[in-house]
């Protein structure tokens, strides 16, 4: 948490002169706040989501090559057998775990993306982590 009470840098040339303070408060509005942690909610969110995605591959291959092992003998993985409901049920936790990362973090992602969609104007043009051509010729 961010105490706005302190005095910021462009406090410590003019002491007296709260301005400064209040419009540092009106830059951290909380949708300013929302709006800094949603790319990188955004990127996790679909990085997240592409790992579930192939994990989920991944424990589908891995049943079919089971499904199809177990029925070479001439078994069906359908039968109400103990060894074919094992068999059935054996990723059953990776597969549930996959699923539901998958839903989190595809919630997460559309809700930054919404985030970032929303405030798209109220990002000012003055972020001194932006460097264009101007700026590299200027060092």
């Given at each position: 948490m961010e105490d706005t009470a302190t005095p910021q840098p462009s406090d410590t040339n003019n002491p007296d002169d709260h301005s400064s303070a209040r419009s540092g408060a009106e830059e951290h509005s909380p949708g300013r706040s929302l709006s800094t942690y949603a790319r990188p909610a955004l990127i996790a969110g679909v990085v997240i989501a592409v790992v579930c995605v192939a994990l989920l591959i991944v424990i589908f291959a891995l049943d079919a090559f089971n499904a199809a092992a177990y029925s070479v003998s001439g078994k069906n993985i359908g039968d109400a057998t103990d060894e074919a409901r094992d068999?059935?049920?054996?990723?059953?936790?990776?597969?549930?775990?996959?699923?539901?990362?998958?839903?989190?973090?595809?919630?997460?992602?559309?809700?930054?993306?919404?985030?970032?969609?929303?405030?798209?104007?109220?990002?000012?043009?003055?972020?001194?982590?932006?460097?264009?051509?101007?700026?590299?010729?200027?060092?």
């Open positions: 068999i059935r049920e054996l990723h059953s936790g990776a597969r549930a775990g996959g699923i539901i990362g998958l839903v989190i973090s595809g919630v997460v992602a559309v809700g930054a993306g919404v985030v970032l969609y929303l405030n798209r104007g109220a990002a000012g043009g003055n972020d001194d982590d932006d460097y264009d051509l101007e700026d590299l010729r200027d060092q």
